[in-house]
């Protein structure tokens, strides 16, 4: 079945830097644009950052743009999301989603900007 495993989140101080990974499998993964979302407590989901299925094009919300970083490895089936400087407002649960034929989403990792 369709699995998108995150990891890499945790706490981190302002300023600081995390690397998010999602390991996906039970589809074709090459053939899908994947996405990044997140949930901060309180709010709802907002879009991050998405990249195409061949890694080329990349699309960042403007909140984050700079920052982040989206990224793929079709070889290893995973998308990462390379985080940096940090801030507060940055603190949620981060979802991977596969976007095509249906879209997949993830279980989420926590991410908390603290000092």
């Known amino acids: 079945q369709v699995q998108l495993v995150e990891s890499g989140g945790g706490l981190v101080q302002p300023g600081g830097s995390l690397r998010l990974s999602c390991a996906a499998s039970?589809?074709?993964?090459?053939?899908?644009?994947m996405a990044w979302h997140r949930q901060a407590p309180g709010k709802e989901r907002e879009f991050v950052a998405r990249?195409?299925?061949?890694?080329?094009?990349?699309y960042y919300a403007e909140s984050v743009m700079g920052r982040f970083t989206i990224s793929r490895d079709n070889a290893e089936n995973t998308v990462y999301l390379q985080v940096n400087n940090v801030k507060p407002v940055d603190t949620a649960v981060y979802y991977c989603?596969?976007?095509?034929?249906?879209?997949?989403w993830g279980q989420g990792t926590q991410v908390t900007v603290s000092s």
């Open positions: 989603v596969a976007t095509g034929a249906r879209d997949y």
């Open positions: 990249i195409s299925w061949s890694g080329v094009s990349t």
């Open positions: 039970g589809f074709t993964f090459s053939t899908y644009v």
